[in-house]
């Protein structure tokens, strides 16, 4: 069966969506002692989450960039993730969707939600023919990212290496049993035409 070019792909319950994002210790380490984002982490910045877990492989270099060594499985309301993606706007211009490229450009500057479609990834982090959700928050998103919408955040940095010495050793089905299962996420038909995407 194929997948569809774009189509987001997630680990979730009834109500909630688990997404992924790396940081350094200094942020991660406090994030999950809390169980939310705490000082040092920055709201004033745009933050990128990824329900996908091999594009966040393939983003953090299975947790060996600089800046990028820790692995935060952040598990967020179907809520708060639906309520981002309403007010997203792509990050691209696609005429078929903006009419002309002015008024993207406005919706772009108004929002406080920005996604993108990228390749998703093999356990090999090769290019696959379909692709994957980012979700950039800023702003209003960010304050209810980190306050309302978070319910639990865990540390998954040691599975990640784990998967990643087994992938090495070129055990796929073992790496493959330590990955998250996740299935097509069954978006509301409104917010996957204003994303271009298959609910």
């Known amino acids: ?24 210790p200094e942020i991660a380490l406090p994030a999950v002692a809390a169980g939310r984002f705490v000082a040092p982490f920055k709201r004033d910045r745009m933050t990128w989450i990824k329900p996908s877990f091999l594009w966040m492989m393939y983003r953090c270099g299975w947790a060996t960039k600089p800046g990028q060594e820790r692995v935060l499985s952040i598990d967020i309301t179907r809520e708060g993730f639906e309520w981002a993606l309403t007010r997203a706007c792509l990050s691209h211009y696609d005429r078929s969707l903006h009419g002309d490229r002015a008024t993207w450009s406005r919706h772009l500057k108004a929002s406080p939600v920005r996604v993108q479609w990228d390749p998703e990834r093999t356990l090999h982090l090769s290019a696959l023919p379909y692709r994957s959700l980012q979700v950039g928050l800023s702003g209003e ?22 998967v ?6 070129r055990d796929v089905r073992a790496a493959t049993d330590h990955l998250p299962a996740e299935r097509s996420y069954p978006l509301p038909r409104r917010i996957a035409a204003h994303l271009d995407a298959t609910g």
């Open 1 to 24: 069966m194929s997948v569809p070019a774009r189509q987001i792909r997630a680990r979730y319950s009834t109500d909630t969506i688990t997404v992924y994002q790396a940081y350094p």
């Open 141 to 162: 998103a960010v304050a209810r990212y980190v306050d309302d919408w978070t319910v639990s955040i865990t540390d998954i940095t040691p599975t990640v290496h784990r």
């Open 164 to 169: 990643r010495e087994l992938v090495r050793a």
